[in-house]
Nanobody, 131 residues
């Protein structure tokens, strides 16, 4: 069982930055690929970014390339989402997600890009970008 707790959300003006954190419980954090999804009101949950178990590969949605980055610190059981150049369309609830990957450090083999891929979800954190 893995529990995920997000933090760092809030209100920011367009063009600003935020960093989200996701702290995971358990001693097997490095066995999980980690990612972030988001869901805006009235829309389906969508993939944002993912990172493999020890960071060997990352995957980003086209809409956030060049603006968002993901990083993880396995010693702290934490994954981070750095969001720069934020736009009003980035407004959503952001969810941390985990998918078991064992010893595989490759997002082509451990898919974490669809809403039904994760094994675990966090409770979500609101990000609001004002124009």
């Amino acid at each position: 069982q893995v529990q995920l707790v997000e933090s760092g959300g809030g209100l920011v003006q367009a063009g600003g930055s935020l960093r989200l954190s996701c702290a995971a419980s358990g001693r097997t954090f490095s066995s999980y690929a980690m990612g972030w999804f988001r869901q805006a009101p009235g829309k389906e949950r969508e993939f944002v970014v993912a990172i493999s178990r020890i960071g060997g590969s990352t995957d980003l949605a086209d809409s956030v390339k060049g603006r968002f980055t993901i990083a993880r610190d396995n010693a702290k059981n934490t994954v981070y989402l750095q969001m720069n150049s934020l736009k009003p369309v980035d407004t959503a609830v952001y969810y941390c997600a985990a998918k078991y990957s064992g010893l595989v450090d490759d997002l082509f083999r451990v898919r974490l890009s669809r809403a039904n891929d994760p094994d675990y979800w966090g409770q979500g954190v609101q990000v609001t970008v004002s124009s």
